[in-house]
């Protein structure tokens, strides 16, 4: 493996120089790259996680963050190009599900084709629902937040973190709420979606919605737990990833 990563927007923590198996990992509204050190961790020897970092937080929190997912397509699929010529699978939890899929598209525009394309936690590009952020107060905001048990109550007590978090939060939701609806984006690749039983942001049938994205076969599985499923499953979910290459 002689490829090298760009620093600004893919991380690699655990470097395996010898594989040639990927797994390029977008996270949800307001997390980072980090959030997939775990199943860095995980996964086996000869499969690597490549976690993508967006700008407004951690190591690049001075950059704006964004609030719409096509200004960041190209940059990132950039950087992605020095894995191209191996085997790569690409995971998107909730946001990330949106961010993926764009890049899989513009991808597959140069002739690249994934092992497979995970949707977790995310509604097709095909559904609907009315969600207006930019509607909610701070306190309202954060009270949706919460509903979901991705992020500790006691960061929100931090009134600190509160302020310094909020801004790329709203924005990243905001990213979301201004994807639009389609029902003729498609791609190649096959597309697995991943859902928690009990997720409030996505209902299995909104899940299942995705085979009408996928022209390359689709399924699904469904995990227990809600939004955040993955973090009770990190093990399960890592065979899961791993699969990609069986």
């Known amino acids: 493996m002689t490829a090298v990563s760009t620093p600004l927007w893919v991380r690699r923590f655990h470097a395996r120089e ?12 307001g997390g980072s790259a980090s959030y997939f050190f ?5 996964l086996p020897d000869d499969v690597e996680v490549l976690a993508v970092q967006y700008p407004g937080r951690h190591d690049r929190y001075r950059e704006a963050p964004f609030e719409h997912i096509e200004d960041f397509v190209d940059p990132i699929a950039a950087a992605l190009e020095p894995y191209l010529e191996h085997q790569v699978a690409f995971f998107g939890h909730s946001l990330g599900a949106l961010v993926g899929f764009e890049v899989t598209r513009r991808l597959e525009e140069r002739g690249h084709t994934l092992t497979t394309f995970f949707a977790s936690g995310r509604r097709a590009p095909s559904t609907w629902r009315d969600e207006r952020p930019e509607t909610l107060t701070d306190e309202e905001f954060i009270t949706e937040i919460q509903k979901l048990n991705g992020t500790s109550a006691a960061a929100f007590a931090d009134e600190d973190l509160v302020r310094m978090v909020l801004p790329t939060l709203r924005s990243d939701y905001t990213a979301a709420a201004n994807y639009p609806v389609n029902t003729d984006r498609t791609i190649k690749s096959p597309v697995v ?23 390359g076969g689709f399924a699904i599985t469904v995990f227990p737990g809600g939004h955040f499923y993955l973090d009770n499953h990190r093990q399960e979910l890592a065979t899961v990833l791993a699969g990609a290459f069986s």
């Not at 775990?38 to 995980?42: A, D, K, N, R």
């Open 193 to 215: 979606a991943l859902i928690g039983d009990d997720d409030p942001k996505c209902t299995i049938a909104e899940a299942e919605a995705w085979s009408g994205h996928a022209r």
């Open 38 to 42: 775990p199943f860095s961790e995980l």
């Open 18 to 29: 010898k594989t040639t198996r990927f797994v390029v990992c977008f996270s949800h509204a």
